[in-house]
C-alpha cells in the first residue's frame, strides 16, 4: 500500500503545525491500552473505550485493506476480522495504541 493509517508517524503533525506557522510546538506520546486488561480504573476505562472504537471500526478500513488491497475473499476476511475482535476482548493480550499529541503557539503576527 505504500501508506500508513498513523499521522504520528515521522512526526507528520508536527511539520503540519510548523508548515502552518505555528511557534514552540511541543509534543508528547500517551501510551493508552486498548481492552479492559489495566488494572487502574481510570486506564481500563480508557482502554474499553479504545476497544469499543476499533470494534466498531475495524469493519470498515480492515473490509477494505484486506478485500481491496489485499484480494482476500470476503467471506476469509470477515473471519480474519472476527478473529481480531476476539483478540482485543483476551485480557491476556496487553494491546496498546500511542497517541500524538501536540499543541504550539500562534504567531502574533
Avoid at 487502574?40 to 478500513?61: H, R, V
Avoid at 484480494?71 to 476480522?81: I, K, P, S, W
Wanted: with cysteine; hydrophobic share 40%; net charge positive.
Amino acid at each position: 500500500m505504500g501508506q500508513t493509517f498513523e499521522v504520528i508517524d515521522g512526526d507528520n503533525y508536527v511539520r503540519w503545525l510548523e508548515e502552518a506557522g505555528f511557534n514552540h510546538v511541543q509534543t508528547k506520546l500517551i501510551k493508552m491500552p486498548v481492552g479492559s486488561w489495566p488494572a487502574n480504573k481510570k486506564l481500563k476505562e480508557i482502554g474499553q473505550a479504545n476497544q469499543m472504537s476499533l470494534d466498531i471500526g475495524i469493519e470498515g478500513f480492515g473490509l477494505y485493506v484486506l478485500t481491496s488491497v489485499l484480494g482476500r475473499d470476503y467471506t476469509e476476511a470477515q473471519v480474519f476480522l472476527a478473529n481480531i475482535r476476539a483478540a482485543l476482548k483476551n485480557k491476556a493480550y496487553h494491546g496498546y495504541c500511542r497517541w500524538g499529541v501536540a499543541w504550539s503557539q500562534k504567531p502574533l503576527n
